[in-house]
């Protein structure tokens, strides 16, 4: 039977916390999130965490409540943040696992077997979410005031872009060449319009074939780490997503050329 009641030590604790904090980053969480989860849990389990976040790495330092235990040790453990790519899924079930914790719903036992269920998740099925991004850009195609062969061409465009992108990052390719690449193969299908005289907005197409690439959550991220203070967390997630908007607008830019469109 697991104890509900058990209270780690303040090294379990931190090793815990660590791997915690490491897997939340690395998922796309803000930093006030990751705070604001490790605290609630320390408070849980009467221990008193302190907690640096850095772009590429989590330092926690956990120490015992001095008013709650005689035995007094402090641990400190540097963690290197799982890049596992942007997920809501397991950002969410962690933070529920916070909650659960703090309302005496988890114990230190199940919080760890739970921890390790929620980071071996197997992601979404990559032909749904290849459908899913394709109808999504072709939406946005039309709230741009594209046509129907314009929005056909966009999900073309956005369904072997983004399969090109799925295909790289499966063979641990450089983030910034993919985005490229992918752009590129997006740009040229996008251009069809303009080659072949299909449809009567053109421009909104290609204009649009790869707004799937546009890195909106590490631009969001970057805004909020600012406001709480977290300049160097900020700062690093705004020259990742800068890098990744110079990556795919230079693919976009490659398209073009190679296709002979002229620059108004």
Avoid at 97 to 117: N, P, Q, V, Y
Avoid at 131 to 144: I, K, Q
Avoid at 173 to 178: G, L, P, Q, Y
Wanted: glycine letters at 8%; hydrophobic letters at 45%.
């Amino acid at each position: 039977m697991v104890d509900n009641n058990y209270q780690p030590t303040a090294k379990e604790a931190c090793l815990f916390l660590s791997e915690y904090a490491a897997w939340l980053l690395g998922c796309g969480a803000t930093c006030i999130r990751i705070e604001k989860n490790v605290q609630r849990m320390s408070e849980a389990w009467n221990v008193v965490s302190e907690m640096m976040i850095m772009p590429s790495y989590v330092q926690i330092t956990v120490r015992n409540d001095e008013k709650e235990c005689d035995d007094f040790h402090s641990y400190s453990v540097v963690k290197k943040t799982y890049r596992c790519g942007i997920s809501f899924n397991i950002n969410t079930r962690l933070s529920k696992l916070s909650w659960d914790i703090a309302d005496g719903k988890c114990g230190f036992d199940d919080a760890r077997t739970r921890l390790d269920e929620i980071t071996h998740t197997a992601p979404t099925n990559r032909w749904v979410v290849l459908l899913l991004a394709s109808l999504a850009n072709m939406s946005f195609c039309r709230l741009f005031n594209g046509d129907a062969v314009s929005m056909l061409i966009v999900f073309i465009a956005t369904l072997m872009g983004y399969r090109l992108k799925q295909i790289l990052l499966s063979k641990k390719c450089d983030v910034r060449v993919t985005f490229f690449c992918s752009a590129f193969v997006s740009s040229v299908i996008g251009a069809g319009g303009y080659i072949f005289g299909w449809g009567a907005t053109p421009d909104i197409a290609i204009g649009t074939s790869v707004l799937y690439l546009v890195p909106g959550i590490p631009y969001i991220n970057s805004v909020s780490d600012m406001i709480d203070g977290h300049y160097i967390c900020a700062f690093g997630r705004f020259i990742d997503a800068a890098l990744l908007t110079a990556a795919l607008s230079t693919g976009l830019c490659g398209g073009m050329l190679v296709m002979g469109l002229k620059w108004l």
